[in-house]
């Protein structure tokens, strides 16, 4: 069968390199129109879907996932049938082009064989903002990015298959070619591979500062390697372990080469409590590049707010405290700021009991509201 060599994770790939969309889930699915025709219990599917003028409404590619994991190849078949159609080319080009896609990768493993689903949940959310931290850095290399902006590497990189023995997450770039290259120009490499790269890159400087015993290989190699919002973005990954180290390790598709520093097989890395104490130090130190020294803010806590009941302190969220300004030059000034868990509770626990709170912080005003940034060392007073 043409186009029977096809894996789902190259289609996935290619369809999202292509614009299209992907819709996951479990339903009675429904083929054809006459006669009508219902499957007979829930199945797993992918749905893919790309609104492609001048044909009314979105083309659907519906791919059947078995209980064992494995698609439907009669489901690709048709699946890359209709993409050669579209593209008026024959199915053998089609799934020749979908099969020639490669894969960088970013592979991590926590020492656990079984984590709670808060908890992974928590990971792939880290991951994400690891990721789109990354890139942000990628696209303008400063020490510190103090609003950083959103991005969409995150919509086409794939969640690959986990590890047995041990909990981890498998990151899949998928790199494609870039189209015609004129000749003489080299080819450009695409955000995804240079995202992971200057991942690899940090954790190489990582080690060196660490055999060094000096901070500037790591804080000097920001505008290649970590600025402060990724390194900050790393030790929120790295937290997730509390059973010991996590272990990240890269593959580079052969599609383009990799930096030659990059080149050492393998590419591996163990975020060992003193890596983990040179990324919070290199962070530190990028982030006093830009920013005023902090203040030192007392208050007491007016409001606080949580994306998710407070006392759920097991799941990832976002929880913000208001502090009205006692003294100084901000006095009656209310600042937010938003904390850490345990903060959270000390926050809590001061508000209740009419106390004043003390942090640290930088203050920064945006039209009317004031936040403070950067906060450590709070406390009650």
């Known amino acids: 069968m043409s186009g029977s060599h096809v894996s789902l994770p190259k289609l996935t790939a290619f369809l999202l390199k292509d614009g299209w969309s992907d819709r996951s889930g479990k339903k009675r699915l429904s083929f054809g129109s006459e006669p009508f025709q219902a499957s007979d219990s829930e199945l797993a599917f992918r749905v893919f879907e790309k609104r492609i003028s001048p044909i009314e409404g979105p083309i659907k590619l519906v791919v059947r996932i078995a209980p064992d994991g494995q698609a439907n190849e009669q489901d690709i078949h048709t699946a890359v049938e209709i993409l050669a159609a579209l593209a008026k080319t024959t199915v053998p080009k089609i799934a020749a082009k979908i099969s020639g896609i490669d894969f960088d990768t970013l592979c991590g493993i926590y020492p656990r064989s079984q984590i709670t689903l808060a908890r992974a949940h928590e990971i792939v959310s880290e991951l994400r903002n690891l990721l789109t931290q990354t890139a942000n850095a990628e696209e303008d290399p400063e020490p510190f990015l103090p609003d950083p902006k959103a991005n969409s590497i995150t919509e086409e990189v794939l969640f690959g298959h986990t590890f047995a023995g041990s909990f981890g997450f498998r990151v899949e770039c ?12 080299p080819s450009v490499k695409p955000m995804e591979r240079r995202v992971l790269e200057r991942l690899a890159t940090g954790f190489l400087k990582t080690e060196e500062s660490e055999a060094a015993q000096d901070l500037a290989p790591l804080r000097d190699s920001y505008q290649t390697a970590f600025n402060a919002n990724v390194c900050d973005a790393i030790l929120r990954l790295a937290a997730v372990s509390d059973d010991g180290p996590l272990i990240i390790s890269f593959g580079w598709s052969s599609m383009f ?12 890395f163990e975020l060992t409590a003193r890596k983990v104490s040179l990324i919070k130090e290199t962070s530190e130190a990028l982030k006093a590049m830009i920013q005023p020294p902090p203040t030192v803010f007392t208050g007491s806590v007016v409001a606080l707010s949580s994306d998710v009941p407070p006392l759920q302190m097991s799941l990832i969220a976002h929880r913000k405290i208001t502090v009205q300004v006692h003294g100084g030059d901000y006095t009656d000034l209310k600042m937010q700021v938003e904390v850490s868990d345990a903060d959270y509770r000390t926050a809590f626990d ?11 912080g930088v203050p920064k005003q945006r039209g009317k509201h004031w936040r403070i940034e950067g906060y450590s060392d709070f406390r009650i007073l």
């Open 350 to 360: 001061a508000h209740g009991a009419g106390k004043f709170v003390e942090l640290r």
């Open 174 to 185: 998928p790199v494609v070619e870039q189209g015609q290259i004129l000749i003489g120009q």
């Open 257 to 268: 080469p990799e930096k030659p520093e990059l080149q050492q097989s393998p590419l591996r």
